[in-house]
Every structure is written in C-alpha cells, then in structure tokens.
C-alpha cells in the first residue's frame, strides 16, 4: 500500500498532518472525515454543495477542474482563486506533500 501525506489547516490555523492511502479512491474530503476535521461533503463527493471547500497553498499541480466543480465554486461563499472542492482532489502520488487550507464554513 503506498501513502502520502497531507498537511490541512483548519480553521484555526492549526495544522494537521494527515497520512492517506492512495490505493483505496479517496479524495481529500473523505480523508479530512476521517481524521474528525470539520468537513461537512454534504453531498457525499458530487460536487454538489462546496462544504469541503479549501485553498491551495502549495505548488503541487492538481487537475484542471471539471465543469462541476467551476459551477459549484461559482455559487459558493468565500471563493478565492486558489479555491478547489476537496472531493475532487483524488489521493495519488502527484499530491504527495500538498498543503490545503480550509475555507470559512457558510452560515
């Protein structure tokens, strides 16, 4: 089984470092639940609500994003041009080291 690691900052501004696996199909949403982080994924993954909305703030390319995330990200609070849904960012090796931050949660 091969891992990566995963530094999210939440809220706070405290940082977690998080070990993943990337043989299982998880994306960054589902790996945040699975530490206890304060990501909703209402919608489970679909790209459907943007409660797992967080920043990039490394230099780790990630996949252009799909026409789901864009429209979801353009009705969502709190967008900034680093914003990406993080059920959209698969677990694999080319995130290896990636530092995300947490978006404000939408009241």
Same mark, same amino acid.
């Given at each position: 089984?091969?891992?990566?690691?995963?530094?999210?900052?939440?809220?706070?501004?405290?940082?977690? =470092?998080?070990? /993943?696996?990337?043989?299982?199909?998880?994306?960054?949403?589902? #790996?945040?639940?699975?530490?206890? @982080? *304060?990501?909703?994924? =209402?919608?489970? /993954?679909?790209?459907?609500?943007?409660?797992?909305?967080?920043? #990039?703030?490394?230099?780790?390319? @990630? *996949?252009?994003?799909?026409?789901?995330?864009?429209?979801?990200?353009?009705?969502?609070?709190?967008?900034?041009?680093?914003?990406?849904?993080?059920?959209?960012?698969?677990?694999?090796?080319?995130?290896?080291?990636?530092?995300?931050?947490?978006?404000?949660?939408?009241?």
């Amino acid at each position: 089984m091969s891992e990566i690691k995963v530094t999210i900052i939440d809220r706070e501004g405290k940082s977690h =470092e998080l070990v /993943g696996p990337t043989d299982m199909s998880m994306n960054i949403m589902e #790996l945040c639940k699975a530490y206890d @982080l *304060p990501v909703l994924g =209402e919608c489970g /993954g679909m790209a459907m609500c943007a409660t797992c909305q967080c920043y #990039l703030e490394s230099d780790v390319a @990630l *996949p252009e994003q799909n026409d789901a995330e864009l429209d979801m990200l353009d009705q969502a609070f709190f967008v900034k041009p680093n914003s990406r849904l993080g059920c959209q960012i698969h677990l694999d090796d080319s995130i290896d080291g990636i530092v995300l931050r947490l978006a404000p949660e939408a009241n």
